[in-house]
């Protein structure tokens, strides 16, 4: 009796696991992105029989984590197992509403139609083709046709049956391609259903217990790959008495393998690592470093010499549009911790899974800034506008990029390192070329002289700037004179042209206050004493 009731166990379990499986497609809800994955939320709602069951959930991603796999349903099922596959081939009847598979049904019935009008085509030739050969016995029956009647006659036939058999002839080879296509679409709808198992999204396969029949929702979550965000600005200034006007958004790249379609989208700035080990407190190191702008440059985003350097370097272009109106007002919540930042978007979005950028807005903020020029005319003679923002960690900012656009000119990209030791942060807005800057050597007050073993080199410049806007300006003007590590060179600041002058680096700074069309000149004077056989290459 016990054998029995064993065999009999086995053989309704084997029976349970062996009907065939429920297949579900899963909505995306909401999704979390964070700087190298997403979190993504779904749910689908099943009709179970009682008892086991096997659940196949379509439309999840490609690239999931199966550690992170979290499966919510009511008190009356119970999940048995779930497993992650992108290799799952039914054995029972196939989903018959599959995209590919209606997308090669309609095709088959589009060429079906195509075929039956050129058969009736075809026929209609035919039966036209056939009169006319019965006709063309015309002449030898009717006796009363006079030669033109009959070279007309002659000349009609010819040319209608030479156009009936071409027409004919097309009518074939038309018929013979769509015939082709037809054999290799009914060849596809053979294997399309396969196909899309193997190859399209993932799925989820869940073993459930229900403890009867009925509609039951479940609620899936995991971590997935292939998404990221990068934070991105948009600066405006519309001149150097304004605030600046600030589009906090976000770039979203996602490559997961099914499309965010109207999500709630939440953006944080951590990095997950979700397991189902509870987590041990260690101590708690600070070390100098910048995160945020090493991820941006391990991207391959930006380059540590761009960083340095692209403040000065971008072109002037002018806008073609208002720049308020390039997006529409969007509000997030930013809730910040310790040691993140996260952003949840008020609207629902589309984000489709196709590797491209899609700008998220995620605030507009104004921001207070004091404006002050800087030039070094020794290495550029242009003038550069940098906006000065005090308390900057009030407005979260993040590592990126920005577009600066000034006076209603784009001017380029500066980078926003909000991680940098000073208490205020430097934007550079760009070159303004109503600042006008002059470096010019004095040949009379400079040139060479010659002694019995050395020989004295004098430089003069001088430098004048002139401020052709309507408004005064402040300005930090730099330059320089050589040092020497070598006894054998000499080096004497002559004259500094009233500057500050830094003796350990060299340097000249001067702190001007131009008001509108001033102009100011300055003039700086240094001799370098050195042997009169050797040649300074640098000087």
């Not at 809800?29 to 979190?39: C, R």
């Not at 290799?87 to 995209?99: A, F, R």
């Not at 350097?309 to 809730?335: E, G, L, Y």
Request: hydrophobic share 35%.
């Amino acid at each position: 009796m016990k054998k029995y009731f064993l065999l009999c166990l086995v053989c309704c379990t084997t029976l349970l696991f062996s009907q065939k499986p429920i297949f579900s497609t899963a909505n995306t809800e909401a999704v979390t992105v964070y700087f190298n994955s997403a979190e993504i939320t779904q749910s689908t709602n099943v009709n179970l029989p009682a008892g086991t069951s096997e659940i196949i959930v379509k439309n999840v991603s490609n690239y999931i984590n199966e550690k992170t796999v979290m499966v919510g349903a009511p008190s009356n099922v119970t999940v048995l197992s779930v497993q992650f596959t992108k290799d799952y081939i039914s054995e029972y009847d196939k989903d018959q509403n599959l995209p590919e598979l209606k997308k090669v049904r309609d095709s088959v019935a589009w060429v079906n139609k195509e075929l039956d009008k050129l058969n009736n085509e075809k026929s209609s030739i035919l039966k036209t083709i056939e009169m006319l050969d019965k006709n063309q016995q015309i002449a030898g029956v009717n006796t009363g046709l006079n030669a033109l009647e009959l070279t007309k006659i002659i000349e009609y036939y010819q040319k209608k049956r030479t156009d009936l058999s071409f027409q004919h002839s097309a009518i074939l080879e038309k018929e013979k391609k769509l015939s082709d296509r037809l054999i290799s679409l009914n060849t596809k709808l053979n294997f399309t259903k396969q196909e899309e198992e193997k190859i399209s999204k993932g799925k989820l396969i869940l073993q459930v217990m229900a403890n009867e029949a009925g509609n039951v929702p479940f609620k899936i979550s995991y971590l997935s790959g292939g998404a990221t965000w990068t934070p991105f600005y948009d600066l405006r200034a519309d001149n150097i008495s304004s605030p600046i006007k600030m589009i906090y958004k976000a770039q979203i790249e996602q490559n997961t393998g099914i499309d965010w379609k109207k999500v709630k989208l939440t953006l944080s700035s951590g990095m997950p690592s979700q397991n189902n080990q509870a987590p041990i407190l260690n101590q708690w190191f600070l070390r100098f470093g910048d995160y945020n702008k090493n991820r941006i440059i391990a991207k391959g985003q930006i380059s540590k010499n761009t960083i340095q350097s692209m403040d000065w370097q971008m072109a002037q272009k002018s806008v073609a549009k208002d720049f308020d109106s390039q997006f529409s007002s969007v509000n997030s919540n930013i809730i910040e911790s310790q040691l993140n930042t996260s952003f949840d978007i008020d609207i629902p979005y589309d984000i489709m899974s196709n590797g491209k950028q899609h700008s998220v807005v995620l605030t507009k903020i104004q921001i207070p800034a004091r404006y002050k020029y800087y030039a070094v005319p020794r290495l550029d003679k242009e003038s550069y506008l940098l906006a000065e923002v005090g308390n900057y960690s009030q407005y979260n900012l993040l590592s990126g990029e920005a577009n600066i656009i000034f006076e209603g000119v784009y001017v380029g990209k500066t980078i926003i390192d909000p991680n940098q030791t000073s208490d205020t942060l430097n934007l550079s807005m760009g070159k303004d070329k109503r600042v006008s800057i002059k470096r010019e050597k004095i040949v009379d007050k400079s040139g060479t002289k010659f002694f019995s073993s050395n020989k004295e080199q004098m430089f003069t410049y001088d430098i004048t700037v002139k401020n052709n806007k309507k408004e005064k300006i402040n300005l930090i003007l730099k330059d320089q004179y050589p040092l020497s590590t070598d006894s054998e060179i000499k080096i004497e600041l002559i004259e500094n042209g009233g500057s500050t002058v830094n003796k350990d680096q060299g340097f000249l700074t001067w702190k001007l206050e131009l008001a509108p069309n001033e102009v100011k000149k300055i003039r700086i004077s240094y001799k370098v004493k050195s042997p009169k056989d050797k040649v300074i290459g640098n000087l």
